[in-house]
């Protein structure tokens, strides 16, 4: 490589300080956090409110890469920022009636959620203040911030090194049966999901059902509209993307003027 | 490398960080961009050789190599336009999103064993993370733009991408499971020998699995055949119709990056990642774990195997997408509901079963009494076992075992790595 002198007595004439990168990357991401959940707050546009909540979010998982925790910071992109947030953006584009919808929100919802927040942030800060000192891993723990020990006790097997002060005999139970029973309630919420989003057969009406719904056409109108909407459709994505002739049709007539 | 500039140039200790941070992002930034450069010649190249046409034949020479660069040219002297009634800031910000989201997956790619922007346990995992995040670029470019068009297309696009999402996600944890972790570095590491020790060969469940990926991989780049968010027959040009000049590149780079990382995850995953269909290095007794001179030969060779797999990868896409029509919304939808999605699920099971009956790294570990399983219960590359109770430090097998619960005085020292 080059002589180490020369560009090392001109770097001790440069005037920068040394950076430190933690603690300024921390500062960074912190503040963008804060300044970006803010900013959803004040925003009044719905689609700028996700997208600060994604920088928010996003600035979130910088934190948790900084200290280490890896598989967390990316199930924070993947869940949050990838996923719920898509859909509402989504959502939101679906809904909307006018081009570009501005919520204004009224004073006393202003104040409500004032004194809501302010009693939260006062919990919050407490409890950040109470922390004595930040606990480093327990001696003889996994070391290296993996998710191993994490999968394996999801499996029923610890890995990780027993607490301190435990006898190492000891019996620890993984997290099987939690995540057994997690995974099951999310089947239930999918297969009921998929059963609400299904497309309804079309029956050919009989005479008598006719009949008796002539009589009342309120509810007769509201139904076959509903079974008109949904029938071309065979799963919730197709239903979605069948309804956006109409809705983004209302959405966007040429911009705002 | 930060270590080298600590320890061999005498740089400061934030100095030295910086210095490797830069490299790494210049680099990443240079194989988005230089790829793009020669994807789009390339694509032109063949579309036209598809279509029986000569294609880009004059800029440049003789096979119309500087066509992209002309092309950068022109891109970059175009004016800047914005509709009347777009949302400012957010029709501004997308495409850097996009290319924030294609350039962030970059990072924990590694290109060969130790040239890695930033090695993560969890690798496959943040690149199929971040990689999702693309889409939030398309979507806020379709509503920024105030236009019809964009709108349809970019709420095809977030349809699609979540759905494909859940296939993609299948596909991806099958060589996870088979090697027994989420790094990148060591699934690759582990498929090292020769051609048959690919886990696209692992067996017939990996086989079949590997196309499905290539399905899901096709569709969440938003590539033909199922590039409706695009679609210029019926949505003018989907979510990028108002945009133009530079801005309009930026959702182009990040496309051909997007379209360069999923190949090369495909490579890393299911071909072996930077291991060649013969072992030459090992043939020559050559080993990429040292830090010598020829360790650092052997790395370069495995980056130009992977580079080559990945823009093999790429050019498979671009036959696809001028061989084949494109999709319905309905049919793109049935494909991955009706079809992707429980073939991954049955070949995952399948690939499980298969692991079961023929016991490889996981089953032993999981065999293991507790407390002694640990990161190391792996079997090392070319089917020399690792023995878990001792820390090994072969250069052949980088397998690095640093939780040993016997040496605690060892373990306190590696917790204190954070400043």
């Known amino acids: ?257 | 490398m930060a270590d080298f500039l600590i320890n061999t140039v005498g740089l400061p200790e934030w100095l030295a960080w910086t210095t490797t941070a830069v490299v790494a992002a210049v680099l990443i930034l240079n194989v988005i961009a230089g790829g793009a450069l020669v994807f789009i010649w390339a694509e032109r190249k063949i579309a036209a050789r598809i279509q029986d046409r000569l294609g880009p034949t004059r800029t440049g020479g003789r096979f119309g190599w500087l066509q992209s660069l002309a092309d950068g040219i022109k891109l970059l002297t175009k004016e800047d336009l914005m509709p009347e009634g777009a949302d400012g800031m957010l029709f501004r910000l997308a495409p850097y999103i996009s290319f924030c989201a294609s350039f962030c997956a970059f990072i924990s790619l590694p290109f060969a064993f130790d040239f890695v922007g930033q090695r993560l346990n969890v690798g496959v995992f943040f690149v199929v993370a971040v990689l999702g995040l693309e889409v939030f670029g398309v979507i806020l470019a379709g509503y920024a733009s105030a236009s019809k068009w964009s709108l349809f297309g970019a709420m095809r696009e977030a349809a699609q991408v979540v759905s494909y999402e859940v296939p993609l996600g299948m596909c991806v944890v099958v060589p996870v499971m088979l090697a027994g972790s989420m790094d990148l570095v060591t699934i690759a590491e582990k498929q090292a020998g020769w051609v048959s020790s690919w886990y696209l060969f692992h067996d017939p469940f990996t086989f079949v699995i590997f196309w499905v990926y290539v399905t899901c991989a096709v569709a969440s780049v938003n590539r033909a055949p199922f590039d409706l968010a695009e679609a210029e027959s019926e949505l003018v040009a989907g979510f990028h119709t108002e945009y133009s000049g530079l801005r309009w590149s930026f959702f182009f780079m990040a496309e051909y990056g997007s379209m360069f990382l999923v190949s090369a995850l495909a490579a890393l995953l299911f071909l072996g990642g930077w291991n060649g269909p013969i072992p030459v290095a090992h043939l020559l007794g050559l080993s990429e774990g040292t830090g010598d001179t020829a360790g650092y030969f052997v790395r370069l060779l495995g980056c130009g195997n992977l580079i080559v797999k990945a823009s093999l990868g790429v050019l498979i896409m671009m036959w696809i997408r001028w061989s084949l029509p494109r999709l319905r919304i309905d049919q793109v939808m049935a494909t991955c509901l009706k079809y992707c999605t429980p073939i991954a699920a049955a070949m995952f099971a399948g690939a499980m079963f298969w692991q079961l009956a023929l016991p490889g790294g996981l089953v032993r570990g999981l065999s293991r009494p507790a407390g002694e399983v640990r990161e190391g219960w792996l079997e090392g590359p070319g089917g020399l076992s690792v023995r878990p109770t001792k820390a090994v430090s072969t250069p052949a097998v980088p397998v690095t075992l640093v939780d040993d619960p016997g040496s605690q005085t060892e373990a306190k020292s590696i917790v204190q790595v954070a400043p």
């Open chain 1, 1 to 257: 490589m080059m002589p180490a002198t020369l560009p090392m007595t001109l770097l001790m004439t440069l005037p920068v300080a040394a950076i430190n990168w933690h603690t300024s990357l921390f500062l960074l991401f912190a503040v963008v956090a804060c300044a970006c959940a803010v900013a959803v707050v004040l925003a009044d546009n719905v689609v700028r409110m996700a997208f600060y909540l994604v920088l928010s979010l996003g600035a979130t998982a910088g934190l948790f890469f900084l200290a280490g925790a890896e598989f967390l910071g990316a199930m924070q992109l993947m869940i949050y920022v990838g996923g719920t947030l898509v859909l509402l953006v989504f959502g939101v584009m679906l809904t909307a009636q006018s081009p570009f919808v501005a919520i204004k929100t009224s004073t006393g919802d202003r104040v409500l959620a004032g004194m809501v927040g302010a009693a939260l942030l006062a919990v919050l800060l407490q409890s950040a203040f109470r922390v004595e000192a930040w606990q480093l891993p327990a001696v003889g723990a996994v070391t290296a911030p993996t998710a191993t020990p994490l999968g394996m006790a999801l499996l029923g097997v610890r890995v990780d090194a027993p607490a301190a002060g435990a006898p190492a005999t000891a019996v620890r139970s993984g997290y099987l049966l939690p995540f057994e029973i997690v995974s099951v309630h999310l089947l239930v919420v999918l297969v009921g999901a998929a059963y609400l989003a299904r497309a309804k057969r079309r029956r050919t009406p009989r005479a008598i059902d006719v009949a008796a719904s002539s009589s009342s056409a309120s509810s007769a109108s509201s139904s076959s509209s509903s079974s008109s909407s949904s029938s071309s459709s065979s799963s919730g994505g197709v239903a979605a993307t069948a309804r956006e002739a109409s809705s983004s049709s209302a959405l966007v007539p040429g911009g705002r003027r």
